[in-house]
Each structure stands twice: as C-alpha cells, then as structure tokens.
C-alpha cells in the first residue's frame, strides 16, 4: 500500500502533465503532441549531438559550478569572519551583484572570446553570488557559544585550519549548501544563454538553431532534455547534500 502511495506521489503529477500537455497540443504548428516530441527526441539526441552538444555543455556548467563554488566559499569565509572586511567589500559586492549576469556576455567575449572560457565566465558570473552571499551569512551565523566550547576543548590546529575545517565550514554548511543548490539552477540557465551568443555547438545553439529552421519538435525535445538535465543535477545533488549533512538532517538522512 505504501508503495503504491509513493509511486503515485512520484509520478501522478508528471502524468497529469503530459496529459494536459496532450489534449491542448495539436491546436498549433508551435505546440507538437508528446508523441511527436517524443520521436524528435530519440532521433536527435540518441545520436552523435550527445558527443557534439549535450557533453560539452554539461562540461562547461561543471567547470563553471566547480570554479564558482571555489571562488564562493573562499571569499566567502574570510568576509563571514571578519566584520572590518565585510563593512569594506560590501558596497562593491552588491554593486556587482546588480548586475545581471547576461549582461556580461559582450564584455567577457571582448576579454575571452567566443570559445569555452567564455562560456564558463558566464556560469561562473551567475553562480558565485549565491554561494558567496549564503557563505556569508552561514560563517556570520555560527553559535559563540559553540565557538567558545571549541576553544575549551582545543579545536584548532596549525593557522586555525582545523578548527576551520571542523567549526567554521561544518557549522555553516546548511547555508553554503542552500547556496550551492541555488546556483546550480542558475547554472543551467546560464549555461544555456551563453550558447546562444556566436556559438557553433551547446544545447542552447541547438536549441536555437531549431527555431530558427522551424524545427518545432526538435527544439520541444532540447527544450525537454534541459529539463532532465537539470532533473537529474537536482537528484544528484540531493543525494550528496544528504551524506554531507546527515549530522544536520539527522542519523537516517544518509540512508534517505
């Protein structure tokens, strides 16, 4: 019974969607039925654009992701730490912040091209605000209390890197990882806006070369694999928020 409860959980509301999805499509050459997209799909992406589009596109969101969650959590610690700092660097971080990240594009293909350092400049523009900001506020959170007692029992160790390993990161995980979740969707969209400026491969390019040769059923089905992608990003980080923080969410979150 149980079983059955989750099962219909998990997949009531996606077929509920493609159902609705079903009986308004066919209303417009714009809107093609699942079966349709479903075949594009197959025929598109079960081919070699997954070597030519989809892998490097997923590269250039992890290079990105990976270098913004460095850039993040390093700048992020010390201004969490020191209020002096924060007071300076403030003003100049949500000035940069404002900026919409799209808006860089033109600047960074002057500055790096048109090729992958591009690309990833973009994600890395987009992604590092979340996790730095969330950085912050989880290093500016920590219990004095606990501080204190990790003072009495010694945790520290050479320059304070234990005690920064073991008080100051694990204590202000729960906010850096909400920021890391924040800025993989993040990611993914910027991922896709990058590709669709002078660009010869990507998911966005394709995506956008499709509309404009009016392959409706094809652009639905790279517009669908966006969607699994990121699905599948989600769950996978779900999965190790779960382990990293199994002493936050409890004993059996590990096992979830």
């Known amino acids: 019974m149980k079983a059955g409860v989750r099962v219909i ?14 009986l308004v499509s066919g209303r417009s050459f714009y809107l093609p039925d699942p079966v349709r997209v479903a075949r594009a799909f197959g025929q598109t992406w079960f081919s070699a654009r997954v070597f030519d589009d989809v892998l490097p596109s997923i590269g250039r969101l992890l290079a990105g992701y990976a270098l913004a969650t460095v850039l993040g959590v390093g700048l992020g610690v010390p201004i969490g730490l020191s209020p002096r700092l924060r007071a300076t660097l403030e003003p100049v971080l949500e000035f940069f ?33 979340p996790i730095l900001l969330n950085t912050v506020e989880g290093v500016r959170a920590l219990d004095e209390v606990l501080a204190d007692t990790c003072r009495m029992y010694g945790v520290h160790g050479v320059h304070g890197a234990t005690r920064l390993r073991r008080f100051v990161l694990r204590g202000a995980s729960p906010q850096i990882m909400a920021g890391l979740r924040q800025a993989l969707s993040i990611g993914i969209i910027l991922m896709v806006i990058s590709e ?15 509309q404009r040769q009016f392959q409706i059923a094809e652009m639905w089905s790279g517009i669908l694999l966006l969607g699994l992608i990121g699905l599948t990003l989600s769950l996978l980080f779900r999965f190790v928020e779960r382990r990293v923080l199994s002493w936050y969410y409890g004993a059996g979150a590990a096992r979830a």
């Open 9 to 22: 959980r998990l997949f009531g509301l996606p077929v509920l969607l493609v159902l609705g999805w079903w």
């Open 97 to 129: 912040r404002a900026i919409p990240p799209p808006v860089l594009v033109p600047l960074l293909m002057l500055l790096a091209g048109i090729d992958t350092p591009m690309k990833v400049l973009v994600i890395v523009s987009g992604c590092v605000w």
């Open 196 to 210: 669709m400026f002078a660009s010869s491969s990507g998911l966005g390019f394709t995506i956008v070369l499709f």
